[in-house]
C-alpha cells in the first residue's frame, strides 16, 4: 500500500513570496490533516478535512494560509505571502475512519525556509 | 486546552540499557494517548497506543500505560538499540487531531 505522498521535499523562498505545497492521501482515506512542525516542536494541527469538507481549521492563519481537498481527495496549501515565522516542516496525514482509530499516516514532509 | 508534557532531551544512551520517557498530560475528559515517532529523514510513525485508562500499549519491544491517577503514559524499553535513536512524541486526542509534545531525541551509542 502507497503512504502518504508529499511535494515538494524541499523549499526555499524569500518573505513575501508565495508558496504551495501538495499532499495524496493513502487511497480510501476520508479524512486529511495537515500539521506544521516549527524546529525543537511539536507538530500543530492547521486544518482538518472530511472528505472535502473542512472539520477543524481552528488554527489556520487564513489572513495567508489556504488549503483545498478538491473531489476528497488531493489537497494543496497555500501560503501567501510567506513570513520568516513560516519556516518550518509541513506534513501531511490521512486516516481512514475520521479518525475514531486516531491511527495517522504522515507523509515525510516539506520543509519549508524563508528567508 | 487538553495537552501533554514530556520530559526534555536529549536522552543518551549506551545499548542495551532502560529507557523511560515521561509524559504527562492535561485533559476535560478521557482521551487517547499515543506515541509517534520519527526516525532521522523519514515522517512520523505511530509507535503504540493506549485508549481508555489502565490500557498498555507496546511495539517493538516499546510499552506504555495509560494512567488515569498520575495523568501519565510514559514509554519505556527495558533493552535499546542504536536503531532507536529517533525523536519519540507523546500525543493526544482530545477531539479528532492529535495533540503533540515538544518530543525528546534520543541518541543510543555502542
Known amino acids: 500500500e502507497a503512504g502518504v505522498a508529499q511535494s515538494p521535499r524541499y523549499k526555499i523562498i524569500e518573505k513575501r513570496q508565495s508558496v504551495a505545497f501538495w499532499c495524496n492521501p493513502i487511497?480510501?482515506?476520508?479524512?486529511l490533516y495537515w500539521y506544521q512542525q516549527i524546529l525543537g516542536q511539536g507538530p500543530k494541527l492547521l486544518i482538518q478535512?472530511?472528505?472535502?469538507?473542512?472539520?477543524?481549521d481552528s488554527q489556520l492563519p487564513k489572513d495567508r494560509f489556504s488549503a483545498e481537498r478538491l473531489k476528497g481527495v488531493d489537497s494543496t496549501l497555500k501560503i501567501q505571502p510567506a513570513k520568516l515565522e513560516d519556516s518550518a516542516v509541513y506534513l501531511c496525514a490521512s486516516s481512514f475512519d475520521g479518525g475514531k482509530s486516531y491511527e495517522q499516516y504522515f507523509g515525510p514532509g516539506t520543509r519549508l525556509t524563508v528567508t | 486546552g487538553d495537552s501533554v508534557t514530556q520530559m526534555e532531551g536529549p536522552v543518551t544512551l549506551s545499548e542495551e540499557a532502560f529507557l523511560t520517557i515521561n509524559c504527562t498530560y492535561t485533559?476535560?475528559?478521557?482521551?487517547?494517548l499515543f506515541w509517534y515517532v520519527q526516525y532521522p529523514g523519514e515522517g512520523l510513525q505511530l509507535l503504540l497506543k493506549?485508549?481508555?485508562?489502565?490500557d498498555k500499549g507496546s511495539n517493538k519491544g516499546f510499552e506504555a500505560t495509560y494512567r488515569k491517577e498520575t495523568t501519565s503514559f510514559h514509554l519505556e524499553k527495558g533493552s535499546v538499540q542504536v536503531s532507536d535513536s529517533a525523536v519519540y512524541f507523546c500525543a493526544l486526542v482530545p477531539g479528532y487531531a492529535l495533540n503533540f509534545g515538544k518530543g525528546t531525541s534520543l541518541l543510543v551509542t555502542p
Open positions: 493506549a485508549t481508555k485508562a489502565d
Open positions: 487511497s480510501g482515506h476520508a479524512t
Open positions: 478535512f472530511q472528505n472535502n469538507g473542512v472539520v477543524d
Open positions: 485533559a476535560t475528559g478521557y482521551p487517547s
